[in-house]
C-alpha cells in the first residue's frame, strides 16, 4: 500500500478521504453498521480538556526527547532504591506483579519518560494539569474525542496497557509511577472493553452517526486478526519495530529477560493476555539497506542471509536512534543477524511454557531463516 502524506496532517483530511473511496465503491455511509479504529500505539498528544486545543503536536513511539531524563534517571540512587525494595517484595511474596519493578530501566520508547517531559517542559500544559483541564490520549483516544466531537474521552485495555503507565496486574493507571514522576492521574482517560459501545461519530462528518464499536492497539489487533485465540499461539509483526506476542491465556507473565506482559483485549468477562518481545529499526534497517543498494526489493533478504553460513562476529547495530543505540548496544539488525529474533522467540515460549504456534502478518520467507538461526 502506498504512503499518502496529506497536506496539514488533518485528521479530517483523511476521514474525507475515507468516505470518497466509500461512495467511489458504489456504497453509501449508511450501509455502515460500526466502526472500530486500531491504532500505533504508545504514540500520544495531551490537550485542554475545555478547549480541545492540544498542547503539542503527536509525540511518537521512537521520540528521543527524554533521553537526558531517562538517563539522569537510570543513573539514579532512588532507582536502585526502588530495585531493592521489589526484589525483596517478589522473593517474599512470589507475586510477579512486583518483578517488573526489581529491574525497571527507563528508556525513551517508554511513554511515561515522555509524559514526564511533556510536564517539565511545556509550560501550559503543566498549568492546566494543576488546574484538572488536561487530557491525555494515545492514538486511539485522539480519534474518538474528534469523532464524537469532544463527547467521549476513553481508551481501552491493549492501547492502555501498551503506554507502561498502565498496570496489567490491577488493571488500572498506576499511580506509584505516576508520583515517582510527577505526572498527575487526572489526565488518563476511562478505560473501557476492547469490544464497547464508545458512541458514535457525529452525523457531521460521515452524513451519518456511525457506532464506534471498538478500539483496539496495532499489535493486539494484528494477534486478533491473525486468529492467535489459544495460549501459545505466537504472531510476529515486521514493520517499523519487531514484535513478538504470545497468547498467555489468563495468565500473566512478567520476565526479566526483556520481555513484558501486555492485555491483548478484554471482551465482557473475557481477558486474554499477552507476552511481548521487540526490536526497534527493524523496517528503519531494511528501508536504510535498500536504500543504499544492498538489495532491490525486500523479499531477496531471506535468500541473502542464507547465503551466509557465518558472519564471524559481525554484527550490525542500528544507530538511527541515538540513545536507542546506546540502551541496546547488543541489538542487532534483522538483515544482517537474526539470532535475536529467534532468541527472543525462544523466549517467549519458555516463559509461557506453551507449544508454540507460529503465525506472522508479513510474509513467512523471514520466518523461516529466522527460525533457522536458533
Not at 518481545?277 to 539497506?289: Q, R, V
Request: aromatic content about 12%; hydrophobic content about 40%; glycine content about 8%.
Amino acid at each position: 500500500v502506498e504512503v499518502l502524506n496529506l497536506g496539514g496532517g488533518s485528521v479530517f483530511n483523511l476521514l474525507h478521504l475515507f468516505s470518497f473511496y466509500f461512495l467511489a465503491a458504489g456504497l453509501h455511509m449508511r450501509q455502515v453498521a460500526a466502526l472500530g479504529i486500531s491504532t500505533q500505539r504508545s504514540t500520544f498528544i495531551t490537550w485542554h480538556k475545555r478547549t480541545g486545543k492540544p498542547f503539542h503536536n503527536f509525540i511518537s513511539w521512537q521520540d528521543v526527547r527524554s533521553a537526558e531524563l531517562v538517563n539522569s534517571w537510570n543513573r539514579s540512587l532512588l532507582l536502585k532504591v526502588i530495585h531493592v525494595i521489589f526484589t525483596v517484595l517478589h522473593f517474599f511474596t512470589g507475586n510477579d506483579r512486583y518483578l517488573a519493578p526489581s529491574f525497571l530501566t527507563f528508556s525513551t520508547q517508554q511513554t511515561s519518560m515522555k509524559l514526564s517531559w511533556v510536564f517539565k517542559n511545556i509550560p501550559e500544559a503543566d498549568e492546566a494539569a494543576k488546574k484538572n483541564n488536561c487530557c491525555f490520549g494515545t492514538v486511539d483516544t485522539w480519534l474518538l474525542y474528534r469523532l464524537t466531537k469532544g463527547s467521549v474521552f476513553a481508551t481501552d485495555y491493549s492501547n492502555a496497557s501498551s503506554t507502561g503507565v498502565f498496570e496489567p496486574f490491577t488493571k488500572c493507571w498506576n499511580p506509584t509511577l505516576c508520583n515517582l514522576l510527577s505526572i498527575p492521574m487526572s489526565i488518563y482517560p476511562p478505560v473501557k472493553d476492547t469490544s464497547f459501545n464508545f458512541g458514535s461519530a457525529d452525523s457531521e462528518i460521515f452524513g451519518v452517526p456511525i457506532p464506534i464499536m471498538a478500539l483496539v492497539a496495532d499489535q493486539q489487533s494484528a494477534m486478533f486478526g491473525e486468529c492467535c485465540f489459544q495460549p501459545g499461539d505466537v504472531k510476529l509483526t515486521m514493520g517499523t519495530g519487531g514484535f513478538w506476542n504470545v497468547n498467555t491465556g489468563g495468565n500473566l507473565c512478567a520476565s526479566h529477560r526483556g520481555l513484558y506482559p501486555l492485555i491483548g483485549w478484554k471482551i465482557g468477562e473475557e481477558v486474554v493476555y499477552l507476552t511481548e518481545g521487540s526490536m526497534s529499526n527493524i523496517g528503519t534497517t531494511i528501508k536504510w539497506a535498500q536504500d543504499i543498494n544492498l538489495f532491490t526489493n525486500v523479499d531477496e533478504t531471506a535468500k541473502m542471509a542464507r547465503s551466509i553460513v557465518d558472519s564471524q562476529g559481525v554484527c550490525f547495530v542500528p544507530g538511527f536512534q541515538l540513545s536507542l543505540a546506546r540502551e541496546k548496544a547488543y541489538e542487532v539488525g534483522i538483515y544482517f543477524h537474526c539470532a535475536d529474533g529467534a532468541d527472543l522467540t525462544d523466549k517467549l515460549c519458555d516463559l509461557s511454557r506453551v507449544e508454540q504456534t507460529a503465525s506472522t502478518d508479513r510474509e513467512t520467507e523471514p520466518i523461516s531463516f529466522l527460525s533457522s538461526l536458533r
